[in-house]
């Protein structure tokens, strides 16, 4: 399968992914924390809010597999999360072996009230693309990192990511209002 590629070109992709990768999510990660810190959550109780909110329910594997942690982790915050009052934990009639989470409604508030905070101007990976955004009207897409995920992760781990993006699209709770990001970008594309 990978005679195509020799282990020289294999280990110069692997490490200049795994380079890039890692100072992308380290940027991500400081936003992310940044952005949430208010709230008095980390980044895992905040991802598993927002999983719960998307999938009305969760499972904890569910959590676990779309929340790309492993399981005790997805349990030991969710609990963190029941502890406070944010989340729920259930059995279903049909299915008495796998634990599910449901969000409260303070649980949907809070996450709410996170979205509703959210600066684009604070997002440095967002700062970091205006200039792609300016050269080609657009948002970056993605498109290979999306089949190289879905590669790794299965369709269904994408299917999860589209229907959780289409959410957020169709939220009408979450502000229309142009940001100074969404400006620029306006002004960049009748300059």
Not at 56 to 76: C, D, L, P, Q
Request: proline share 3%.
């Amino acid at each position: 399968m990978m005679d195509n590629i020799s282990k020289r070109e294999a280990i110069f992709y692997s490490h200049k992914m795994a380079q890039l990768s890692k100072a992308l999510w380290k940027a991500i990660e400081k936003d992310w924390q940044e952005w949430i810190k208010p709230f008095k959550l980390n980044i895992n109780e905040h991802h598993i809010l927002w999983i719960a909110y998307h999938l009305e329910g969760a499972s904890v594997s569910e959590i676990s597999k779309y929340g790309v942690m492993h399981v005790s982790t997805a349990f030991n915050f969710s609990k963190k999360l029941e502890e406070r009052g944010l989340l729920q934990f259930s059995k279903r009639e049909n299915d008495k072996r796998n634990t599910y989470v449901e969000l409260t409604d303070e649980g949907a508030e809070l996450l709410e009230a996170t979205l509703n905070e959210y600066n684009p101007e604070d997002n440095s990976v967002l700062r970091g693309v205006m200039p792609l955004t300016e050269m080609y009207g657009k948002l970056p897409e993605f498109l290979d990192l999306s089949a190289l995920i879905k590669e790794i992760y299965g369709s269904e781990y994408m299917e999860i990511l589209e229907r959780s993006l289409e959410s957020i699209e169709a939220d009408e709770g979450i502000s229309k209002e142009p940001t100074d990001l969404e400006t620029y970008k306006k002004q960049s594309k009748s300059s």
